[in-house]
DNA sequence: GAAATCTTTGACCCTTTGGTCAAGGACAGG
DNA sequence: CCTGTCCTTGACCAAAGGGTCAAAGATTTC
């Protein structure tokens, strides 16, 4: 069970009325359950691929009683999302314009291969939403993203002036962060394929490779 | 009008029998536009996600008519993912051992690129396969991309046996340029929200950024 | 321990959707 | 200009899917 994208926001919408937060033990257990179970058929089958049978029965729960917790479909996917949104921001936001520069970067990056690994599905939940053009998305993508986006870019290009990182275009260098390491999650059938059937964790490795690629891009 | 995923392999399939090539000049037409429509919805919505009737539309036939060429939803969906496959490795397969190192990686990244450019559509229907797990696209995956990739990381290695470029594993080499340039399709409306309203083409700007991200990974 | 308040679900409803079919048009080829 | 093939579609159909509802079961509260 993961409380990634259940805590963030406190579910509610549902329950007809519209003021409180999870009650009692139980709504705070199916509430949790079937967020759980819309993270996992959603993230794999996307948004309209997703039936609410199929939450159902992964949750446990029948389908009138999905309803009762939450008003929709697209309700519980709005709740989804809108959780995953800060959730996918921290490691940026975690990026200190007081450190050291090639650290700083080079300890996102691992931050961000790391939540890959760890929370493939809220990757695949994201591109999917992305690859469709985001059309529930679309405002926190050019408002909350972009700003903080535009944010770091800003004190990456003070750490290039300062000759301490070589100077590539800062958004495009975010950008093939986010790119090689959301790789990993979202293609992950893609590169276990690949590497054949020993079925060995790339992680590791990843993890290595883009500590020398990075190593070597910023290098001033 | 795409004849990309349209002409690699001669449509049919259909037309009840199942033994001829698109015969009439309306067959090949509508076949077409079919196909083409087909890549635009399936690309934007996945496979569950788009409906007979919106690719009927964008094809600018009726549904039945759809069904006169293609016997079902799947045999449309199956001929653009094997007519894709192929092209999809092309620019893989023209880099060639016997040409010089670093620049067969660099003009192996620069048309991977330019694919993403020019056929964006085909790589979000790649991606959407991806992302789900690649239910129809299994065994292709596992032979012919897996062997095609194995063969090339021995060329790779071998080049770098030779002192020719660095030492980083070819695989997750590989897979950084897959990430890369598709990024630039796959999440393009991120992309441009991020870099903001000016509405100018981010591809040449990423092809600099990524010359300098590889060149300085590949020196030796 | 009974009233008031949550939870749960079987049965149902209406729309969407993949797919069928028979009949009517368009187009050769002779 | 007529016949046999190819093309097109309006009308249907059955299944799936999102969502409703009233009534029955649990829990809690006092």
């Known amino acids: 069970m ?18 409180a937060r999870p009650r009692t033990r139980i709504q705070r257990r199916n509430t ?6 819309a993270l996992e058929v959603f993230s794999a089958q996307g948004f309209r691929g997703a039936t609410l049978d199929q939450i159902a029965e992964v949750a446990g729960l029948s389908k009138p009683n999905l309803l009762y917790y939450f008003a929709s479909k697209e309700a519980i996917h709005v709740e989804l999302l809108s959780g995953l949104m800060d959730t996918w921001l921290d490691p940026l ?43 529930r998305m679309r405002a926190a993508i ?11 870019a800003a004190v990456i290009r003070g750490w290039q002036q300062a000759g301490k990182i ?9 950008f093939s962060i986010w790119a090689l390491t959301q790789h ?20 590791p490795e990843a993890g290595k490779f883009l500590d020398t690629l990075f190593g070597r891009l910023l290098a001033p």
Chains 1, 2 share one sequence.
């Open 166 to 174: 070589a100077g590539v275009h800062p958004h495009h260098l975010i």
């Open 93 to 135: 936001r975690e990026m200190d314009p007081e450190g050291e520069p090639e650290a700083e970067i080079m300890a996102y990056v691992r931050r961000k291969l790391q939540m890959a690994r760890d929370y493939p599905r809220e990757s695949r939940l994201f591109a999917n939403e992305i690859l469709q053009g985001a059309p």
């Open 32 to 37: 949790g359950a079937i967020l759980d179970a």
């Open 2 to 19: 993961n409380e990634f994208a259940a805590e963030p926001e406190p579910e509610d919408e549902a329950l007809q009325d519209g003021g």
């Open 184 to 203: 990993y999650a979202d293609f992950d059938m893609q590169v276990r394929a690949v590497l054949g059937p020993e079925g060995e964790d790339p992680f």
């Open 142 to 152: 050019e408002g909350e993203l972009k700003d903080l986006v535009d944010e770091k």
